[in-house]
């Protein structure tokens, strides 16, 4: 599972922007989808090779007893709850504060991982103001600059240090189990579901996870294929048997979603697509994961409903449209064929092996049927195309002046490469390899 970092301190220490700064790269890489909805509290962040979420909290007041810095407190403490590693966060120009002691008093007595943050320290990594946060008893004090991007490097190194690596969920052997991640907010019926599956489907001998850290991971069989269903929360052991309840953590969900070969996406259609739904679904857009989409409820919805909501998820899920959508009732066990169906083929599309005599052949059809647009004096030349990676598949095009073929154009691209290999529910990537001198193209 990935680690969690929780980014905890009183207000306008400057955690947002530490959060920004750690989660930056990520961003940028879903930034133009349109109806994707960013939250501004969970992110992805990395450092080298070691992926990891990270929680951002409101100013956060341990002692507060009633309104909004109540609310505010009690999701600090659930972060720091779910959380591997605490970064708390103080402000070396405004100096060691009453409600810093405090804050680290709560954090002493959270029995987690805590490193101390001096933030603003910008040209101050030698100050004697330091030494003033020594009384917190958190430790050394790790000087940062949220803002310039001072110190970060070395205040993660150390929040990982002692945390096992992630294990690496980007396997492409299909025949191993595929890991399935019921995804949702609260109460569209994911244990219903699950529930419904434990108890019909062939549940496999098991041994519990040893650790806390470890996911319950709950193995069972359908026609022949091998799944292990990834908790998010919910799930329980009663006897001898697994049972899931309604429980909701963001944090949950977004590790079940890293850790998923395929998740499933869970929406109310007694409800709509929610903007938590939305989140949920732009989350699982980041990770790459193959992706269906259970629209659930459906047997408690009308003609009318049901044309409502089909509205709200081409609206609002517009940057999932990969997806196959599924109607059912977990309750009812409706549409479970059809759901496992769509499961199997997300996963065999996003572990689709594309060769790249296939490939080369589809993209010089693509390019007689419509030539990509000529951009001043030259025309985008493709080439050749192979296969850059699987789960989610990219195709890898080589040619010239690649820098000039239209976002519509790769649009076009996608549809054809996705039409012959019947790819549904997985994202599919198309690099554009552009090489200026066609002497050096050789080494590709
Ligand atoms: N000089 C300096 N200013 C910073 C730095 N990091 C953040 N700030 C400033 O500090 C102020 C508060 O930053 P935020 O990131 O919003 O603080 P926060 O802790 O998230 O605040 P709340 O969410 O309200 O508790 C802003 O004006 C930032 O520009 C830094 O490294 N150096
Ligand atoms: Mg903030």
């Known amino acids: 599972m990935k680690p969690v970092l929780a980014l905890v301190g009183r207000p306008n220490v400057g955690k947002s922007t530490l959060f920004n700064r750690l989660t930056k790269s990520r961003d940028a890489i879903v930034a133009d989808f349109a109806g994707l909805t960013r939250d501004r509290h969970y ?3 990395r450092l080298g090779s070691r992926h990891f979420i990270v929680v951002d909290t409101g100013g956060f007041e341990p002692d507060s007893t009633t309104g909004i810095v109540k609310e505010m407190a009690r999701q600090t403490r659930q972060a720091v709850a779910e959380a591997d590693v605490v970064i708390f966060v103080t402000d070396v120009r405004s100096g060691l504060s009453a409600q810093d ?3 680290a008093r709560f954090l002493r007595q959270a029995n987690k991982r805590v490193l101390l943050a001096v933030n603003k320290a910008e040209g101050m990594q030698e100050s004697p103001l330091l030494a003033e946060f020594h009384e917190l008893g958190l430790g050394e004090p790790h000087p940062v600059s949220a803002a310039h991007g001072q110190g970060i490097r070395s205040l993660l190194e150390a929040a990982l240090e002692d945390l096992p690596e992630d294990e690496d969920a ?4 299909a025949d191993r189990p595929i890991r399935l991640a019921v995804a949702g907010r609260p109460n569209v019926g994911k244990s219903t579901l699950i529930n419904t599956w434990l108890g019909e489907e062939r549940l496999i001998a098991f041994d519990m996870p040893g ?3 470890d996911a319950i991971r709950v193995p069972l069989e359908r026609d022949g294929r091998r799944y292990e269903l990834i908790d998010t929360a919910g799930l329980r052991r009663k006897g001898k048997v697994f049972e899931a309840i309604e429980k909701f953590s963001v944090v949950k969900t977004l590790q079940a979603i890293a850790d998923a070969s395929v998740v499933v996406l869970m929406v109310d259609a007694t409800q709509g697509v929610s903007e938590q739904d939305a989140h949920i679904a732009g989350y699982v857009l980041e990770s790459g994961r193959a992706v269906v989409i259970a629209i659930n409820k459906w047997d408690a919805v009308d003609a009318y409903q049901r044309e409502l909501l089909e509205r709200s998820v081409e609206q609002r899920l517009a940057f999932l449209k990969f997806a196959p959508i599924v109607h059912i009732s977990a309750i009812r066990r409706q549409g479970l064929g059809p759901l496992w169906k769509a499961i199997a083929d997300a996963h065999a599309s996003a572990h689709c092996k594309m060769p790249t005599p296939v490939l080369t052949r589809l993209l010089h059809e693509a390019v007689e049927h419509q030539a990509p647009k000529r951009a001043g004096s030259s025309r985008p030349k493709l080439r050749y195309a ?5 789960n989610p598949p990219v195709i890898v095009v080589h040619g010239n002046s690649l820098e000039h073929v239209t976002e519509a154009y790769k649009r076009f691209l996608e549809a054809r490469f996705r039409a012959h290999f019947k790819l549904v529910g997985t994202p599919l990537r198309i690099d554009m390899k ?3 001198n066609p002497f050096t193209d050789k080494s590709a």
């Open 101 to 103: 002691a405090d804050i």
């Open 386 to 390: 192979h296969q850059g990676g699987m």
């Open 170 to 173: 980007d396997e492409d052997d």
């Open 211 to 213: 650790t806390t850290r």
């Open 434 to 436: 552009h090489s200026t």
């Open 43 to 45: 992110g992805d962040g």
